[in-house]
């Protein structure tokens, strides 16, 4: 017995050191900074909760707050329908239905600087062409095309984690209602829609948490413009930090975005899991 504890803390030791140093650490070491006029290498004053007042005082950053939480609820809605949709039709069988699969999840696997990069290129280039210029010029049509790129790169995703709670659902169930004539829309939403709410579970936490803090797509399709219009919260984060040189506000404002952030998805999962049915 002795021997086995042993083991396991020979093995878990490792992780846990680099957890410590890499996520802990840093993280209680921010807390502590926010309080105080840290400039990035030292801090001379303590300044109380300050920097927490200044950031509800900052329009920049309830700005991006108020932008980043519309780009949440259109891309979460948006990406749990596609994906769902994307699931249901692979799931079928039919010739080709894996090619399908392969094709829908490969923009997941570009990154996002360079995806970001891609698209700016096809909304300048391609969509001038088009006759629709000036696409990431303004607020609306920037925003819409953060939402297009961030569809086109997690639907495919989600679309997986559909598809493995869909191929777990009992065929005898579905033949059943079938044969007691269920429609096709009467079997999904009695049927598939209650089966497979713990994949809203993972999804919607997945698009939420990844929606709040989109950053690469945002730097590279509109770099937050123009006139800072399409910034989102980790850009403005980031900007505080390194552009305004102020560290000590930006760990203010990250950790009210944390705190922001980890509220919302604890009350989805709570919410979403209260739907569960166990198959």
Known sequence: MKNRSLSFWLFVTPTLVALALVVFIPALMGIFYSFTNWDGLTYTTMLGFKNYITVFQDGGFLAA???????????????????LSLALLVTRKFKGNNLLRTVFFMPNLIGGLILGFIWQFIFTQVFDALGFSGWLTNQTTGFWGLVIVTLW??????????????????????????????????????????????????????????????????????????????EMLAMNIVNTAYSENDFARAEAKALVFFVIVGAISLLQVYYTRKREVDL
């Open 65 to 83: 707050l108020w932008f980043t939480v519309k780009f949440v609820v259109v891309t979460v809605i948006l990406l749990n329908v596609i994906g």
């Open 153 to 230: 790169q997690m639907s495919g995703y989600i679309m997986i984690i559909y598809i493995a709670y869909l191929q777990n659902i009992p065929t005898e169930v579905i033949e059943a209602a079938e044969i007691d004539g269920a429609s096709p829309w009467q079997r999904f939403w009695n049927i598939t829609f209650p089966m497979i709410a713990p994949a809203f579970t993972v999804s919607m936490f997945l698009t939420l948490s990844n929606g709040f803090k989109l950053y690469d797509p945002n730097l590279s399709l509109t770099n937050g413009g123009p006139y800072k219009s399409t």
